[in-house]
């Protein structure tokens, strides 16, 4: 099964970038590879929420409040996947989670904070 572990949160002023990292530690590559991985996001009140994925194939979805500022990727070799956030938003604020869904198995991380101030 192995587990997703996050980096790369913290406090960013408005406008401002971050990047995100999750490392899916004791997966195998027959499983990573294939997976559908991503990142959701939940803020306090708040359901958690789709940012964006990415398939095995690298097909990408992204949630509406995030295209054109985010951008998911993914390293088969390193079994990592990224988000990378630009032009950051108080609205953005939010615990970020590392999820890797495969064949209706969903795997998540702990999340990792993001906080941009008003």
């Known amino acids: 099964q192995g587990r997703l572990e996050e980096s790369g949160g913290g406090l960013v002023q408005r406008g401002g970038s971050l990047r995100l990292s999750c490392a899916a530690t004791?997966?195998?590559?027959?499983?990573?590879?294939?997976?559908?991985v991503g990142w959701y996001r939940q803020a306090p009140g708040k359901e958690r929420e789709l940012v964006a994925t990415?398939?095995?194939?690298?097909?990408?979805n992204y949630a509406d409040a995030v295209k054109g500022r985010f951008m998911v990727s993914r390293d088969n070799a390193r079994k990592r996947v990224y988000l990378q956030m630009n032009d950051l938003a108080p609205e953005d604020t939010a615990f970020y989670y590392c999820y890797r869904n495969l064949n209706g198995r969903n795997l998540w991380g702990q999340g990792t904070q993001v906080t941009v101030p008003s």
């Open positions: 004791g997966t195998i590559t027959s499983v990573f590879n294939p997976s559908t």
């Open positions: 990415i398939s095995g194939g690298g097909s990408t």
